[in-house]
């Protein structure tokens, strides 16, 4: 399995961005799928995730600012940041908990990141 994200980018104070990961290889279904991210210094975060089912969980930082949804059908997340400020500047690792058939194991899947840097 292979989580593809893209959509990162440089963006003044303010502005907005949106992320997007493209899971692919053998999915049978996708429980949950997130974003973290990781800034130079600091620990792996939780930014936001969504279960299969469209139940939503955000860091309490971003509420109001950042809304993640999904399309099942494609396996993709995508993540709408808005009014973005220079804390958000950080690495952003796509996530995904992936079963590989019914009733498999659940698996734990990271994409390879994308920069986000936002002046100010």
């Known amino acids: 399995v292979q989580l593809q994200a893209s959509g990162g980018g440089l963006v003044q104070a303010g502005g907005?961005?949106?992320l997007s990961c493209a899971a692919?290889?053998?999915i049978?279904?996708?429980?949950?799928?997130?974003?973290?991210r990781q800034a130079p210094g600091s620990q792996r975060e939780l930014v936001a995730s969504i279960t299969?089912?469209?139940s939503t969980n955000y860091a309490d930082s971003v509420k109001g600012r950042f809304t993640i949804s999904r399309e099942n059908a494609k396996n993709t997340v995508l993540l709408q940041m808005s009014s973005l400020n220079p804390e958000d500047t950080a690495a952003y690792y796509c996530n995904?908990?992936?079963?590989?058939?019914?009733?498999?194991?659940?698996?734990?899947?990271?994409?390879?990141?994308?920069?986000?840097?936002?002046?100010?």
């Open 96 to 120: 995904a908990l992936v079963v590989k058939r019914l009733r498999g194991t659940e698996y734990n899947y990271w994409g390879q990141g994308t920069q986000v840097t936002v002046s100010s």
């Open 16 to 18: 907005s961005l949106r």
């Open 28 to 36: 049978f279904s996708i429980n949950v799928m997130g974003w973290y």
């Open 24 to 26: 692919s290889g053998s």
């Open 52 to 54: 299969s089912g469209g």
